[in-house]
């Protein structure tokens, strides 16, 4: 199993930030949510925006999973560089090599185009999502980023 297709090397970039209007509904009932307190209030909230910003573009690109690893998660940890903090559950591994065709696949398993960055980390609070075919979930995920959006099933 292997991806072909489009593959958009690139990384998230913060853009300009926006005054957004948001009201608070007077029934909102979560007493732990920071909004709580602004309920029946409308007020101006400034939010940041990130961009994926293409840096590579490799048409025809082949996509092989190379190992799915999963750990147990089941410490206390602090929010990670967008802000979600991850606690218990598991955090997935998917780890991938890129070649520029199927040809320098089939030729040569280490004629990789790309593999150290190319590696992705999922937080799953169960690893139902998994089955019943990890790899083919790994497959699935891969295809929903948007450095794959073109890519298809080979």
């Known amino acids: ?29 979560d007493e732990n949510h920071p909004y709580y307190q602004k309920r029946g209030e409308t007020f101006i909230e400034v939010q940041n925006n990130i961009e994926w910003v293409v840096d590579e573009i490799i048409e025809n690109a082949y996509i092989v999973v190379k190992a799915i690893a999963i750990h147990l998660e089941d410490g206390e940890y602090q929010p990670d560089q967008i802000g979600q903090t991850h606690g218990k559950g598991y955090r997935v591994n998917i780890m991938y090599y890129i070649y520029l065709s199927k040809n320098d ?29 990890p790899i083919t979930w790994a497959y699935n995920y891969i295809k929903s980023l948007p450095a794959f959006s073109l890519a298809l099933d080979d």
């Open 1 to 29: 199993m292997a991806l072909v297709g489009t593959f958009k090397k690139g990384h998230y970039e913060a853009t300009q930030p926006t005054e957004v209007e948001v009201t608070i509904p007077l029934d909102f009932s």
């Open 105 to 133: 696949r089939l030729l040569n398993f280490n004629n990789y185009h790309l593999a150290e960055d190319a590696s992705e980390i999922i937080y799953l609070d169960s690893l139902e999502d998994l089955m019943p075919n």
